[in-house]
Structures are given as C-alpha cells and as structure tokens.
C-alpha cells in the first residue's frame, strides 16, 4: 500500500520544510524537503507536500497552471518513490509551464533522488575542509 499524499497549507508548515535547508535544483522546480515523526500506533505519517508559484513565473493564471502541473506530477511521482514521514514544498519555475510531462515528472524524480541520497548516506553536511563557524563572542585562538 503507497503512503497517501496530505498538503501542507499552513504558513507554518512551509517555514519548517524550508529550515531543515535540503534543496534540490532542477531546471523546473526546486523541491525542499524534511522528514518528520513517525504517525501514532507505529504506522506511517502520510508524505505531506506544499506547493508555491513566485509572482516572477507569470501573473495568477499562469502560476496556477505551473501549480496544477506540479500537482499532478506530484500525486503521480510521490507515492511511488518518496519514502513516508516526509515533508516536501514543490516551487515551481518557470520552464514547469514548456516542459513536457514526463520530463516534469523526471525532474522531479531526480530530486526525490537526491533527496535519498542525501538522508541516507550523508551525516556531516560540512564539506571537506570547511571550518565550523564561531559562535557569536567566540574569541580566535590562535
């Protein structure tokens, strides 16, 4: 049985997908995502998904267009290849309105793919090299 799909619409939900910071690019959408808690009595959270049209993309019925798109590339891809317990914000660009549809869908199946391989394999986000930040007051020893 595929996780159902529930849509985020709160303001609030949307701020916490984009603070966890795991954006994945494409050329016609940027997917952020978060995983979350599991559901009550073991069973899977549903994947809970936002979507968002900047005013730079078109006026209102274009973005609703590139909005019904994503959409429905969404309830096509997500129950399919995203794993539950997770939140994700589709933001739709403006090459989503020429795309065709399977080329749609397969941007967003690399950034579900990204997305895996980020959460599976990656604990420390930091690349190699980089030094942590100094906390505010923090004097330099050197």
Known sequence: MSPRLVHLKNRGEFLKVAAARRKFVTPSLILQARPHEQGEKGEAAPIRVGFTVSRKVGNAV?????????????????????GANSDFVVIGRRAALDEDFTTLAGH????LAKYDKNISGQTDKRRPGKKPARKPGQKIHK
């Open 108 to 111: 967003l199946k690399s950034a």
């Open 62 to 82: 274009v973005r609703n267009r590139v909005r019904r798109r994503l959409r429905a590339a969404a309830d096509e891809i997500l129950p399919e290849f995203a």
